[in-house]
Nanobody, 121 residues
Framework: VQLQASGGGLVQAGDSLRLSCAAS????????MGWFRQAPGKEREFVAV???????LYADSVKGRFTISRDGAKTTVYLQMDSLKPEDTGVYYC????????????????WGQGTQVTVSS
């Protein structure tokens, strides 16, 4: 079972990026999938989660700027990041679990390898 994240890069403040995370098994279509990030010297923090039902939850710091979505099979999760700020810099990880609460708590059973996002001022 694998989660493959991609889409990170170096952008300027105000730019947009879209991250993708593809699951290797169709089982994940019924899982909650989400995103976390970790800035240098800081703990990993919750960014957003998409329940299999379509319900979405966001961290206050990204509300109105980031949008989480999934493909039709619900095995790929996206994070559209608009109006990026330097404080959005970090390694972004996707996560999945059959329990949405477990995803939000940061204790998911499955994690992607991380993709670097750097926002310059």
């Amino acid at each position: 079972v694998q989660l493959q994240a991609s889409g990170g890069g170096l952008v300027q403040a105000g730019d947009s990026l879209r991250l993708s995370c593809a699951a290797s098994e169709r089982t994940f279509g019924s899982y909650a999938m989400g995103w976390f990030r970790q800035a240098p010297g800081k703990e990993r923090e919750f960014v957003a989660v998409s329940y299999w039902s379509g319900y979405q939850l966001y961290a206050d710091s990204v509300k109105g700027r980031f949008t989480i979505s999934r493909d039709g099979a619900k095995t790929t999760v996206y994070l559209q990041m608009d109006s990026l700020k330097p404080e959005d810099t970090g390694v972004y990880y996707c996560a999945a679990d059959n329990s949405p609460r477990t995803v939000v708590s940061g204790t998911s059973a499955y994690w992607g390898q991380g993709t670097q996002v750097t926002v310059s001022s």
